[in-house]
């Protein structure tokens, strides 16, 4: 479903710049991306809900055995014919767990105390820039958990560098340096979109050992947070009250 989402966001944004080529390293699509959040983000959000919950499981170890079956797939001896397609496939799936995690993470965590709930609000560009009437007041105390919601459930995860200062202001919680994870969302969107190729026609040159090597990364990030997150209240009170 995110896939999805991503895909009506970019077809909106190239028919915009009348490039069916474009993607986000073509000048103005950063400024598209926003316009379009602004115009739509509050509406049809059901369909791209990323709860990513099972049911007796932790969000933890959702991603843990994902990362694992991806290992025992690589593992697999395959027709070296078919070796280059398999590993573009593991590596888009390794980087999607990550965002699964983040986003669901995020949500959870972000609408569970009153104090996160406050921070989104304060810290969140373009939810502040939300308005209303002295009569919406009272609705908008009311519904402002459920708006919220929403709003972070139309959120693209792909965006780390919209993410990372989300997770910063509200949770503060701090990745560190993740070149790694910028770098893999870019690549991933070459696996996903274009089977392994770039905009050019390039093929993304990837080996197991890359894909080794971003699990690594992905489960010491992952459990880092883990870790971080032990520790933040999980209250569920509304911190706008009477």
């Keep these: 479903m995110e896939d999805e989402a991503w895909e009506e966001r970019a077809e909106w944004i190239r028919e915009r710049l009348d490039d069916p080529e474009a993607d986000e390293d073509t000048e103005g699509w950063d400024e598209l991306s926003e316009e379009f959040d602004r115009e739509y983000q509050f509406h049809d959000h059901d369909q791209y809900e990323d709860d990513w919950t099972v049911e007796g499981k932790s969000r933890l170890e959702i991603f843990d055995e994902n990362i694992e079956a991806t290992l025992e797939i690589l593992n697999h001896a ?51 820039k939300r308005k209303f009437t002295v009569q919406e007041i009272f609705t908008k105390r009311e519904d402002l958990k459920n708006d919220l919601s929403e709003y972070l459930k139309g959120l693209i995860f792909h965006d780390i560098a919209k993410v990372k200062p989300l997770y910063s202001s509200v949770l503060e919680v701090d990745f560190g340096e993740v070149k790694w994870l910028f770098q893999a969302v870019l690549i991933r969107h070459h696996c996903v979109h274009r089977a392994g190729y770039d905009k050019d026609g390039n093929e993304v040159y990837l080996r197991k050992e890359d894909v080794i090597a971003l699990t690594d990364q992905a489960i010491k990030l992952v459990h880092e947070i883990e870790s971080m997150l032990m520790s933040l209240p999980v209250d569920g009170d509304f911190f706008w009250k009477i």
Excluded: C, Q, W
């Design 78 to 128: 395959v027709n070296p014919k078919y070796e280059k397609n398999l590993i573009v496939m593991l590596f888009g799936h390794v980087v999607a767990t990550v965002e699964a995690y983040l986003s669901s993470t995020f949500i959870h965590y972000a609408l569970s105390s009153e104090s996160h709930m406050r921070r989104l609000v304060e810290n969140d560009p373009e939810f502040a």
